[in-house]
């Protein structure tokens, strides 16, 4: 792989992680409803929700489209690249990460038309609601596989590649443990940002690697 692919890879996880800080900043003026996102499907609570966020929501949706095609980027750069040294399980991996980029994306459309149903006076549908719940669901388990196949991989790839796999490893354990402990919600977020930002700098030095 040359290293202008792996530079652009490397780029795009710190752009990734610059778009989940933006996030980040969004959710926190929202304050403590962003959790209904993952938590309600209760039409009259969410209606009231669309109806005094909805510009927030917006550029929260907007902000996590263009984090998605990012992290995306990110990940196939990754995958290609370990591909020559385990190719089934590099190849399982991009599978994974590909799917959460697609329902994430998938998972942002539906929320935006469901704002926008609101703002147009019309009732919500429970329906939608609760396909948004499970699109969430599904979403973080698929970054939960990709993320341990990639770390079997890494594992491989000297101090920098097992640093980035334990990272991953952790990730999936807090990311799991979130579920029925809400403080872990936080540090999912930071973790994330830390993943991004060491898998960035783990390409760069791949890349020169490549360019010795």
Do not use: C
Not at 15 to 23: D, E, K, N, R, S
Not at 122 to 141: C, E, N, R, S
Request: hydrophobic letters at 65%; proline letters at 1%; aromatic letters at 12%.
């Amino acid at each position: 792989m040359s290293t202008r692919t792996l530079r652009s890879g490397a780029f795009a996880a710190f752009a990734a992680a610059f778009l989940l800080g933006w996030q980040f900043l969004i959710a926190i003026g929202i304050g403590d409803e962003i959790a209904l996102l993952s938590k309600s499907v209760d039409p009259a609570r969410m209606t009231s929700f669309f109806e005094i966020d909805a510009r927030a929501l917006t550029q929260l949706m907007t902000a996590d489209d263009a984090f998605a095609l990012a992290y995306a980027i990110a990940f196939i750069v990754l995958a290609l690249y370990l591909m020559p040294h385990a190719k089934l399980v590099s190849t399982l991996a991009l599978v994974f990460a590909v799917l959460t980029a697609l329902i994430d994306l998938s998972e942002n459309s539906l929320l935006l038309a469901s704002v926008e149903q609101v703002a147009q006076n019309q009732p919500l549908d429970a329906h939608a609601l609760v396909v948004l719940f499970w699109l969430g669901q599904i979403k973080y388990l698929a970054i939960y596989l990709a993320a341990i196949l990639f770390a079997l991989v890494l594992w491989e790839f000297g101090a920098a590649g097992k640093i980035l796999a334990a990272l991953l490893f952790l990730f999936v354990v807090i990311g799991v443990a979130s579920i029925t402990v809400d403080v872990l919600r936080f540090v999912k977020v930071v973790w994330m940002e830390l993943l991004l930002v060491v898998g960035g700098i783990f390409l760069v030095l791949e890349a020169r690697k490549v360019q010795t």
